[in-house]
């Protein structure tokens, strides 16, 4: 028989968590990687992605000995002791690779989770807008892109007005859901980010001026209070 082929290298978005993972941390799971590559994330974010690079390695491991079984009962090979002893034999390594993909999948689950519970406790109420926020918020409603510096790998936002606004403070608005970017594009092109309703609901919100009355003028002492036609 001809040897076994060998194992192709892991490749990225191939687990079955990838879309949530991309649903907690607001990115693609080829940028994550990028970030990490860079030393770019925090601690949280840089442990998920190491844990999700095992768990693309050990979904390759799967792969591989899956289609090894299907070649081996394709009827390309003699059926034969030798046939059956080697079919055996990658159905336990097929066992044991799955086994392997369940565990890294849990340690994935697990280090999402506080990811995942500090993106929720940071959601931001409209009320909670700051001056900064709502700045932010309307500048990117007027047009805005995400651009990385080809030199620095420093990454910012550059509204239509020409107002800059940081790549942490992004982030923030991103992970409020408050922001959404456009990773179809490469962000050295520049990626547009735009409001999603969340946020085009919390910046109409936070830009309405409630009705207010005005303050009554405390009576001097010997006084009595003004009328209704003296305050006019």
């Given at each position: 028989m ?13 687990s ?13 799971i ?12 925090d601690e ?7 844990r999700h690079r ?6 390759t491991?799967?792969t591989?000995?899956?289609?090894l ?5 394709s009827?390309?090979?003699d ?12 159905v336990?390594?097929?066992?044991e ?16 989770e506080?990811?995942?519970a500090a993106a ?23 047009g ?27 982030q923030?608005?991103?992970?409020a ?18 409001l ?14 409630p ?6 003028l ?14 006019r």
């Amino acid at each position: 028989m001809p040897p076994e082929p060998a194992p192709t290298p892991a490749r990225r978005a191939v687990s079955s968590l990838d879309h949530h993972i991309e649903a907690v941390t607001g990115h693609a799971i080829d940028t994550l990687w990028a970030y990490r590559d860079r030393g770019v994330l925090d601690e949280p974010h840089a442990h998920l992605v190491d844990r999700h690079r095992e768990l693309a390695k050990a979904q390759t491991g799967v792969t591989f000995y899956l289609r090894l079984l299907n070649r081996l009962s394709s009827g390309e090979f003699d059926v034969d002791d030798a046939l059956f002893t080697r079919i055996d034999r990658t159905v336990k390594q097929l066992e044991e690779a799955t086994d392997a993909r369940e565990a890294a999948a849990r340690k994935v689950l697990a280090a999402l989770e506080p990811i995942e519970a500090a993106a929720a406790a940071s959601v931001l109420d409209t009320k909670q807008l700051s001056t900064d926020d709502q700045a932010a918020l309307l500048a990117i409603a007027g047009g805005a892109k995400l651009y990385e510096h080809l030199l620095t790998g420093r990454m910012s936002v550059t509204a239509a007005s020409g107002t800059r606004i940081p790549h942490l403070k992004l982030q923030r608005l991103e992970d409020a859901g408050l922001v959404v970017r456009d990773t179809d594009h490469p962000v050295h092109a520049g990626q547009t980010v735009s409001l999603t309703d969340a946020g085009r609901a919390a910046l109409s919100a936070a830009r309405r001026t409630p009705t207010t009355q005005a303050p009554t003028l405390p009576a001097r002492p010997g006084t009595s209070p003004p009328t209704p036609a003296q305050r006019r």
